[in-house]
């Protein structure tokens, strides 16, 4: 079965500059939610879209953005790189429809480890 | 916002034995509960989950129990072996569809041979 895409796996940055991160979520899932996780830390929702609309947003700094496009991608732009920007970052899908509805099963991507150096 | 807890920290067990792994959540709205394990660097993979319905849950070695009145739920691990090292996360979420996982802290579980 299809599972969620992210691109790139492995991403490093000098300070300041920028990335962009991209999620293919699981076809027909229509909630794309965006996830930090630092070094031992436990993953810290930043942001989601469902139906390519702003659904919540979470601790998000204001240096990033993202947004969630047609075919239902989405991608996480991050400016002004800092040290602490290093982390893991997952993207999750899920479908508000049918069973998943009552469940809100999250399927989470492989990654995008980030290199802030 | 939700705020869940999570306890131990760090645990090991023999292998046969069993793993218990506590939580405890703020936010009286909350009905779906999953558990997730993460190894070194992967994704968190769902293993097993609950909902507000229900007062436990099994799946062969791992069963999830939920006191919704104490706003506490645990995951209990049975005849562990090796393969279950791994850090696990609890999580709250309002299950409407769409809406956030707020997680636990982690507990890194060491099954020890």
């Known amino acids: 079965a299809a599972g969620v895409i992210q691109s790139p796996r492995h991403l490093i940055k000098e300070k300041r500059e920028t990335a962009t991160l991209k999620c293919y979520p699981i076809p027909r899932h229509d909630t794309v939610y965006w996830y930090q996780q630092g070094p031992g830390q436990d993953p810290q929702f930043l942001i989601s879209?469902?139906?390519?609309?702003?659904?919540d947003k979470g601790s998000i700094p204001d240096r990033f953005s993202a947004q969630q496009f047609s075919d239902y991608h989405s991608e996480l732009n991050m400016s002004s790189l800092e040290l602490g920007d290093s982390a893991l970052y997952f993207c999750a899908s899920s479908s508000t429809v049918g069973l998943s509805r009552m469940h809100n099963e999250q399927f989470f991507g492989p990654g995008t480890r980030l290199t802030v150096l | 916002g939700e705020n869940v807890e999570q306890h131990p920290s760090t645990l090991s067990v023999q292998e046969g034995d069993s793993a218990v792994i506590k939580c405890t959540y703020s936010d009286s709205a909350s009905n779906y509960f999953p558990w997730y394990k993460q190894e070194l660097g992967k994704r968190p993979q769902l293993i097993i989950d609950i909902r507000s319905n229900v007062g436990e849950k099994k799946d062969q070695r791992i069963a999830v129990t939920l006191n919704k009145t104490a706003k506490h739920f645990s995951l209990h691990i049975t005849e562990t072996q090796p393969e279950d090292s791994a850090v696990y996360f609890c999580a709250a979420s309002i299950a409407r569809g769409n809406e956030k996982l707020t997680f636990g802290t982690g507990t890194r579980l060491t099954i020890i041979p």
């Open positions: 879209f469902y139906e390519k609309m702003q659904s």
